[in-house]
């Protein structure tokens, strides 16, 4: 069973760069055919798929996002990274990491596992 762990500080002032790290194991990120992901659930709204990683490090982002979000991979690590940048008070959210086998974007109840989330909170 492959386990995600998120990272990262839990307070960002606005206009700064959010920076997380999802550690995997019992399970490569190099796996063919295995999508790594981002998504996100602001107070009171529902789950947001922010971007995709694929094994062979090709990257899926939200048009939402696509300017502000990158992410990116440690595979001597076992890890990959979001970056987003210029956050506002809107990016509070707790932010997870999941992986799916069935695609880059799919149904939240298809992914088969999931990081326990982590908060981050954008304030002054």
């Known amino acids: 069973q492959v386990q995600l762990q998120e990272s990262g500080p839990g307070l960002v002032k606005p206009s700064q760069t959010l920076s997380l790290t999802c550690t995997v194991s019992?399970?490569?990120?190099?796996?063919?055919?295995?999508?790594w992901t981002w998504i996100r659930q602001s107070p009171g709204k529902g789950l947001e798929w922010m971007g995709a990683?694929?094994?062979?490090?090709?990257?899926y982002y939200n048009p939402s996002l696509k300017s502000l979000i990158a992410i990116s991979r440690d595979t001597s690590k076992n890890q990959f990274t979001l970056q987003l940048s210029s956050v506002t008070p809107e990016g509070t959210a707790v932010y997870y990491c999941a992986t799916s086998g069935s695609g880059s974007a799919v149904a939240f109840s298809h992914y088969d596992s999931w990081g326990q989330g982590t908060q981050v909170t954008v304030s002054s």
């Open positions: 990683m694929s094994s062979s490090g090709n990257t």
């Open positions: 019992g399970g490569s990120i190099t796996t063919n055919g295995y999508y």
